[in-house]
């Protein structure tokens, strides 16, 4: 099931824009503490690096990703999660608009 809205949260007001612009997100922080970014990604083949684990959760548009070790891209539409291990880099292909929710931790 897709995510169409997060209740009581504290959202950042400053985006965080990488690559050019060509992914942009705002924090968001939940009640309990837990955080999250909500975002877009717009057509690219790009390389992420994450800090913590992440799970990206497609909430519209489409995306290939490819995990460490791995040469075969994987598909994500909306209500697809896929897992990144803290540490590690990631591919993602977008061909459209693809708006996410990172879920750290």
Same mark, same amino acid.
């Given at each position: 099931?897709?995510?169409?809205?997060?209740?009581?949260?504290?959202?950042?007001?400053?985006?965080?824009?990488?690559? #050019? /612009?060509?992914?942009? %997100?705002? +924090? *968001?922080? =939940?009640? #309990? /503490?837990?955080?999250? %970014?909500? +975002? *877009?990604? =717009?057509?690219?083949?790009?390389?992420?690096?994450? +800090?913590?684990?992440?799970?990206?959760?497609?909430?519209?548009?489409?995306?290939?990703?490819?995990?460490?070790?791995?040469?075969?891209?994987?598909?994500?539409?909306?209500?697809?999660?896929?897992?990144?291990?803290?540490?590690?880099?990631?591919?993602?292909?977008?061909?459209?608009?693809?708006?996410?929710?990172?879920?750290?931790?």
């Amino acid at each position: 099931m897709t995510t169409t809205h997060i209740d009581q949260v504290s959202v950042s007001t400053q985006a965080s824009v990488y690559f #050019d /612009g060509k992914c942009i %997100s705002h +924090g *968001v922080t =939940l009640a #309990d /503490g837990t955080k999250k %970014s909500v +975002g *877009v990604i =717009l057509p690219a083949t790009l390389t992420f690096n994450t +800090g913590a684990p992440e799970v990206m959760e497609c909430v519209a548009g489409s995306c290939d990703y490819k995990l460490p070790g791995s040469e075969v891209w994987l598909k994500s539409k909306p209500g697809d999660k896929f897992s990144i291990p803290g540490n590690t880099p990631f591919d993602i292909r977008v061909t459209e608009p693809y708006h996410y929710i990172c879920h750290f931790g």
